[in-house]
């Protein structure tokens, strides 16, 4: 039996129609359509692609010729009367079987989200544990300068108001892991942002006038500074960042390009402006928090309160919240239960 096809020269792409067939059981011959023997090649110094659907097959010989041709049922009864191994047997059998189609749709589908919700956020860790400081001032510095022409304004806060509100920031912070040089308060009128208090990657902690003036007490501020240093502590900030556009993040670390960095400090006001970082990261700066209020001989509760008392001033109902500090990663009011749960009675 001959296989019709095309037969490419040693090491050319000269081609020309021919005919593959058997000679005896170890020999393949290729002859064109008049009949010409073009060349004789040992079954040894033939190698023969896989079988996948419909794509055409390829014969490749020793000595850099080879053979295509579209007729897969031909090449196979070639096969077998050589005896040459069959590649790729398994991937076609799979490929014609429903079931495993089905089932590799499944399992892509099945990857697909456990990279999504498991490999980004362990990636995103990883770059953030890797950020330079270098890159981390670049991002803060644009993106306070982003928010200040865009949203914020100068504070309007009193000079007794802003050392009152330093003295307890230094407190805080000389119970945090940075130290009290390890973090740095700015004063802002939240504008359209409100009552809001946010983290840059730096260290830097903005707190807006609105916040300050809803606060009823110290404690309660407290709690909020040691909220926003838990998301430095952790760089939940580049975290979310980086998940928000992981591309860029992997080559602005690679090759220092801050043509990327600037991209990335794009992405960071909405994040600090909405408060949407993750429902973990939300949790864990709250009990960092109350951990931190308990060894300040503080109450946890305090901040419970300042969240509800946010909470009527975003909404104005309880039938859903605007975006702000709150955000909705945990809702308040689980966040406030579990705030109070660990306050000693």
Known sequence: MAVAGRYFFPRSTR?????????????????????TLLAQIARKDIRMSARLGN??????????SHFETTDNDGIDDLRRTLNLRAPGGVLHRLEKSWRWALASVAVA???SYLFIAFGIPAIAK???DRTPASVATVISRQTLDFLDQATMNPT??????????LKLFRTVARHAPRGEQGYQLKFRDGGAIGANAFALPDGTIVMTDQIWKLSKNDEEIEG????????VDHAH?????????MIPAVIALITGDVSQVSQLATILPGILVQSSYARGFEQQADDDSAKL???????????ADLLERLEVTHCGSKNGCAQGWLGSHPDTDVRAAKLRAETPK
């Open 15 to 35: 081609f020309v129609a021919a005919q593959a067939s058997a000679a005896g059981s170890d020999r393949l011959q290729i002859a064109d359509d008049a009949g």
């Open 109 to 111: 589908i099945l990857a």
């Open 55 to 64: 794509l055409p097959r390829r014969l490749d010989f020793a000595d850099g």
């Open 237 to 245: 900030g580049l975290q979310s960042i980086y998940q928000a556009s």
């Open 156 to 165: 309007a806060l009193k000079a007794a108001e802003q050392a009152r509100a």
């Open 293 to 303: 209020m308990l060894s300040m001989g503080a109450k946890p509760s305090h901040l």
């Open 224 to 231: 909020v500074f040691g909220h926003e240093m838990s998301h």
């Open 126 to 128: 990883e770059l953030a």
